[in-house]
């Protein structure tokens, strides 16, 4: 079951809200999930999506490139790299 938010902390101003929903078997919402990822973490990380995972490079030039099938792994493993070794959020 994937859940679709229409929390508004998630989505850039100028995104079209969407209704809150469970829908069972959904297909990945990639556009949606690259959205919250660039919000939480694109000033820090390049975001983006490989065929069927997500990607995130640190802008600082440091680090490996990570990987994750889904949002959320992928949130958790910038979170756990930032932590490590935080990453200057003033990097163009």
Do not use: C
Request: hydrophobic residues 35%.
């Amino acid at each position: 079951m994937r859940l679709v938010t229409d929390d508004p902390a998630f989505r850039k101003p100028d995104a079209e809200a969407r209704a809150v929903t469970a829908v069972p078997d959904a297909q990945p919402d990639t556009l949606g999930d690259l959205e919250f990822l660039e919000h939480r973490w694109g000033d820090a990380y390049v975001i983006g999506a490989e065929g069927p995972e997500y990607t995130a490079l640190r802008r600082d030039g440091r680090g490996a490139r990570l990987t994750a099938p889904d949002r959320n792994g992928l949130a958790d493993k910038i979170g756990a790299d930032y932590n490590a070794d935080r990453v200057s959020r003033d990097v163009p």
